[in-house]
């Protein structure tokens, strides 16, 4: 049974950094093909594909918010860390960590259940 | 980025009836392993996504066979037989094919009439 959970700071004030882990069970992240991603959801708005971290460290990121995010893994942790710098309020979303299943049938199969993030002064 | 294309946005169907949604790329999401890369997620209200269908037309584990999805290239479409009053929340495409970025359609709410 894979679970994951989003945990971190509900309340950010601009220019700030925003550290949120995602601490999962059921899978490991030492696993060939193994990963998880980085998704957020605005209020009222649609979802938004933040970042992904592999098994093997590689690491993708949104072109749109490159600059701004890193993403980290413990595996002895079973933990997932995403950064993300400069905070403004229109990075007030719910943000989601979900497991990508691996092989060619890749799918984000498990979510987390997300965690509300307010920037705001 | 691939544009998902979501309609109707919002739909209200009587129980019992059938519901389509349909979702358009911008590009094709046909891989040339013959797989198209869209998925189906129901966010039922106050709960985080439930992936529904994967490679555009299997189901995942778990769902109901009342669920369906179909398409290929830059047209798909999930249907649903015959709606229950659990399949009230919001609908949503997904590719990734052409990443990054994973992009999402824009969602469709679904009630019940």
């Known amino acids: 049974q894979i679970t994951l959970k989003e945990s971190g700071p509900t309340l950010v004030k601009p220019t700030q950094t925003l550290t949120l882990t995602c601490t999962f069970s059921?899978?490991?992240?030492?696993?060939?093909?193994?990963?998880v991603g980085w998704i957020r959801q605005p209020p009222g708005k649609a979802m938004e594909w933040l970042a992904l971290i592999y098994w093997d460290e590689d690491k993708r990121y949104s072109p749109s918010l490159n600059n701004r995010l890193t993403v980290t893994k413990d595996t002895s942790k079973n933990q997932v860390v995403l950064t993300m710098t400069n905070m403004d309020p229109v990075d007030t979303a719910t943000y989601y960590c979900a497991h990508r299943r691996g092989g060619y049938d890749h799918t984000y199969d498990y979510w987390g259940q997300g965690t509300l993030v307010t920037v705001s002064s | 980025d691939v544009v998902m294309t979501q309609s109707p946005l919002s739909l209200s169907v009587t129980p019992g009836e059938p519901a389509s949604i349909s979702c358009r790329s911008s590009q094709s999401l046909l891989h040339r392993n013959g797989y198209n890369y869209v998925d189906w997620f129901l966010q039922r209200p106050g709960q985080s996504p439930q992936l529904l269908i994967y490679l555009a037309s299997h189901r995942a584990s778990g769902v109901p066979d009342r669920f369906s999805g179909s398409g290929s290239g830059t047209d798909f479409t999930l249907k649903i037989s015959r709606v229950e009053a659990e399949d009230v929340g919001v609908y949503f495409c997904?590719?990734?094919?052409?990443?990054?970025?994973?992009?999402f359609g824009q969602g469709t709410r679904l009630e019940i009439k």
């Open positions: 997904m590719q990734d094919l052409q990443t990054p970025p994973v992009t």
């Open positions: 059921g899978f490991s992240l030492k696993t060939s093909g193994e990963s």
